[in-house]
């Protein structure tokens, strides 16, 4: 089972939960992450550039949280020095969307589109604390019509425990998921992984 950051805890069957964040935990351990910082970094505010959109941020809050702006920022690399970074792959509401989460601690609810994509730069920046708060909330989302696209997020991203929540909620839905035609449409999308579903069956029954 998956207990990094004492985020995660287990449940039965194998199952996999993600504990809701506290904000003012959150918070407090935000404020004495920044206290670290250099004070260049407290000081200074960053250009986030998408396309032509701009979000401005200050450095602090984006190293508090993420080991990649902080590496970013304290090795001086080239956007450190003209205070702009360009961000690729991902889309704008998406970034304002992570940065009013390292300012609050709270990610508002959206569609499985949205949070699989919030998902993927919690993960791109090594934001821990944003990709929990993904996994809790797709978690309440997963339905036997998209829980195959979730778990080849999960083996993409390598994130184990959402893995095997997405595994054992088609262990415990596999009748319906096999009426419904999903499936073959899985045997013909992905074999590999879905030979790993019946692997995970067996050893589960």
Same mark, same amino acid.
């Given at each position: 089972?998956c207990?990094?950051?004492g985020?995660?805890? &287990? ?18 351990? +935000? ?23 701009? *979000?401005?941020v ?7 949280k993420s &080991?990649?702006?902080l590496?970013? /920022?304290q090795? *001086?690399?080239?956007?450190?020095k003209?205070?702009?970074v360009?961000?690729?792959d991902?889309r704008?509401?998406?970034?304002? &969307?992570?940065? &009013? /989460? ?11 589109? /949205?949070?699989?994509e919030?998902?993927?730069?919690a993960?791109k ?14 978690m309440?989302?997963v339905t036997?019509?998209?829980?195959f696209?979730?778990?080849? +997020? ?10 095997? /929540?997405? +595994?054992?909620? @088609? ?8 009426? @419904?035609?999903e499936?073959?449409k899985?045997?013909r999308?992905?074999s590999?992984?879905?030979f790993?579903?019946?692997?995970? @069956?067996?050893?589960? *029954?």
């Amino acid at each position: 089972m998956c207990f990094p950051g004492g985020h995660r805890q &287990s449940r039965t069957r194998g199952t996999v939960l993600y504990t809701p964040l506290n904000q003012l935990k959150y918070l407090k351990a +935000m404020a004495a992450s920044i206290k670290k910082l250099p004070d260049a970094l407290v000081e200074e505010k960053v250009d986030l550039c998408i396309g032509n959109e701009i *979000e401005t941020v200050n450095k602090a809050i984006l190293c508090a949280k993420s &080991s990649v702006f902080l590496k970013m /920022f304290q090795n *001086e690399m080239q956007e450190s020095k003209q205070n702009t970074v360009t961000i690729e792959d991902v889309r704008m509401p998406v970034l304002k &969307s992570l940065i &009013s /989460f390292l300012c609050t601690g709270k990610l508002p609810d959206n569609d499985v589109e /949205f949070l699989c994509e919030v998902y993927y730069t919690a993960d791109k920046y090594d934001i821990s604390e944003l990709h929990d708060a993904c996994c809790n909330l797709l978690m309440q989302k997963v339905t036997v019509k998209n829980v195959f696209e979730l778990l080849k +997020m999960s083996i993409s991203h390598q994130d184990e425990c959402f893995k095997i /929540f997405m +595994m054992t909620f @088609i262990c415990q839905n596999f009748e319906t998921i096999l009426e @419904i035609g999903e499936w073959e449409k899985w045997m013909r999308d992905d074999s590999k992984i879905a030979f790993e579903v019946l692997s995970f @069956i067996d050893i589960n *029954e």
